[in-house]
């Protein structure tokens, strides 16, 4: 069994109805692979419906039909639910020291956390997983890491910028 764990940016568009539900729904419904998303997550996505229907000019009703949607691949094991403990909190921390200082780019602590929660569940189950984001700058801090890169797959959901692959 394959496992795909999506940051919020990336998961999202499975329920906002964009281009990209496809490549998302190929994965999360594909019997082979376990799909999870961080705890953090299930606050972030309300957030991130919002923001669609603000953008779509859709109202509460559409935002609760696609709140009520995510729930449903919570409640039926569509996407598992990976909670966030305190070591995730201190590699977000320096995950966000080396992005955002060192490194000088725009990192969320909310992102940071999630992708250090993704990072242990590879550890906890001894195997790659591939993490799949929509933050272009995300992507590229983690791919500049190695404890991320060897335990995990990024994935780059939308068309990749600047020539640079989509996976690695």
């Not at 069994?1 to 940051?7: A, T, V």
């Not at 953008?55 to 909670?83: C, N, S, W």
């Not at 983690?142 to 994935?155: G, N, P, V």
Request: aromatic letters at 8%.
């Amino acid at each position: 069994m394959s496992l795909h764990f999506f940051d919020t940016c990336a998961i999202k568009h499975r329920y906002i109805g964009s281009p990209h539900a496809r490549q998302v729904d190929r994965v999360v419904l594909d019997k082979k692979i376990e799909s999870y998303i961080a705890d953090l997550t299930v606050l972030e996505i309300c957030s991130a419906l919002g923001g669609a229907c603000r953008t779509q000019k859709k109202g509460v009703k559409e935002y609760d039909a696609m709140d009520h949607r995510f729930l449903t691949d919570i409640a039926d094991g569509t996407i598992k639910v990976r909670p966030t403990n305190k070591l995730n909190v201190i590699r977000a921390r320096s995950l966000l020291r080396y992005g955002g200082v060192i490194k000088g780019r725009n990192l969320g602590s909310g992102d940071a956390l999630i992708a250090s929660c993704c990072l242990d569940l590879a550890h906890d189950k001894k195997e790659r997983i591939t993490f799949n984001t929509a933050d272009w700058n995300l992507y590229r801090i983690l791919r500049e890491i190695d404890a991320f890169t060897a335990a995990m797959t990024l994935q780059f959901i939308l068309p990749p910028k600047h020539g640079i692959p989509a996976r690695t």
